[in-house]
C-alpha cells in the first residue's frame, strides 16, 4: 500500500502541473484575500441594504483568508479528474492495475494521494491569502485574528480542497473522457451549482430544505464565510464538512466500485 501511495505522489509530482497549480493557487489566494479584504472593510460593506456581504469581524477575517478557496477548489477538482483521466487518456490505467494487481488496493492509494495534495495546495493557498489577508486587515485598521475559531476555519479549509479533489476524482472515473469530465465537472461546480443555489433563494421551501445541502454551500458554511443573503439558512460547519464528505464519498465510492468492476484495455 505505500508503494502504492509513493506511485501516484510521483505521477503527480514528476509532471510540470503541480507547480503550475501552485502558483496558480498562491496567487489565487492572495489576490482573492486582497480584494476581499478591502471590499469587506469598505465603508459601504456596513449591511445588505448596500448590495454586499455582511458578518461578524470573525466571519469577515475567514472569508479574507478563504477567499481564494473558490477558485482553489476547482483546481483541486480538476487535479481529481486528471488523476484518473490521464490514465484512462494515455492508456496507463492498464500498466497501474498490473503493477498492483488489487484494483480497491489502487485506488486506494488514489485517494490518499489526492488528499494529501489537497492539503499540500491548501497550505500553499493559505501562506498566500493569510500573509497578504492579515496586512490589508491590519491597514484597515480591524482585528487580523479575532477569535480562535480562525484557526478551526483555516484548518477546515485543508479538509474541503481534499475533498474537492476527491469529487474530482470520481468525477473523472464516471466520464471517463477526460475532456468532457473536466468540463461537465468545472461547469457544473462554477456555473451551474451556483445558479441553483440562487433560484432556490426565491422559493421558501429550497431556500430552507435545499440550498444549503448544495456543495458551495456546504463549503460556505464549513469555513463560517460571510453571507450574501441576510435570510440565508445554512449549517452548522460540522454539518458543512459532513455533507461535502458525503458528495465525496458517494461520487468518489461509486468510481472506485465502477472502475474494480469494469474491464479494463
Known amino acids: 500500500m505505500i508503494g502504492s501511495i509513493r506511485s501516484e505522489f510521483r505521477k503527480f509530482f514528476t509532471t510540470r502541473l503541480w507547480w503550475g497549480m501552485a502558483i496558480a493557487i498562491f496567487v489565487g489566494g492572495a489576490a482573492f484575500s ?29 472569508s479574507v483568508y478563504t477567499g481564494g478557496l473558490s477558485v482553489g477548489y476547482l483546481l483541486l477538482l480538476t487535479i481529481g479528474v486528471l488523476q ?25 492509494a488514489k485517494v490518499v494521494a489526492l488528499l494529501g495534495i489537497g492539503a499540500l495546495y491548501g497550505l500553499i493557498s493559505l501562506v498566500g491569502s493569510v500573509s497578504v489577508g492579515a496586512v490589508v486587515l491590519g491597514l484597515r485598521d480591524r482585528d487580523a485574528f479575532p477569535s480562535g475559531t480562525i484557526v478551526r476555519t483555516l484548518a477546515l479549509s485543508l479538509l474541503v480542497l481534499g475533498l474537492w479533489a ?46 444549503q445541502f ?44 465502477r472502475t474494480a468492476r469494469a474491464d479494463i484495455s
Open 84 to 108: 484518473i483521466g490521464s490514465e484512462y487518456r494515455h492508456k496507463t490505467i492498464t500498466g497501474t492495475f498490473l503493477a498492483t494487481p488489487r484494483r480497491l488496493r489502487a485506488m486506494a
Open 166 to 211: 476527491l469529487i474530482g476524482l470520481g468525477i473523472g472515473i464516471l466520464i471517463p473522457n477526460q475532456v468532457a469530465a473536466l468540463l461537465i465537472g468545472v461547469g457544473v461546480a462554477w456555473i451551474v451549482e451556483p445558479l441553483i443555489g440562487v433560484a432556490m433563494n426565491f422559493w421558501e421551501f429550497g431556500r430552507e430544505h435545499v440550498a
Open 34 to 62: 486582497a480584494l476581499f479584504g478591502f471590499l469587506l472593510t469598505s465603508d459601504s460593506a456596513g449591511g445588505p441594504q448596500n448590495g454586499l456581504p455582511t458578518g461578524d469581524a470573525t466571519q469577515v477575517a475567514s
Open 214 to 257: 448544495l456543495p458551495s454551500s456546504a463549503t460556505n458554511a464549513i469555513v463560517n464565510a460571510v453571507s450574501n443573503n441576510p435570510d440565508e439558512v445554512r449549517l452548522e460547519w460540522w454539518g458543512g464538512a459532513l455533507v461535502l464528505t458525503a458528495y465525496a464519498a458517494v461520487l468518489a465510492g461509486i468510481g472506485i466500485w
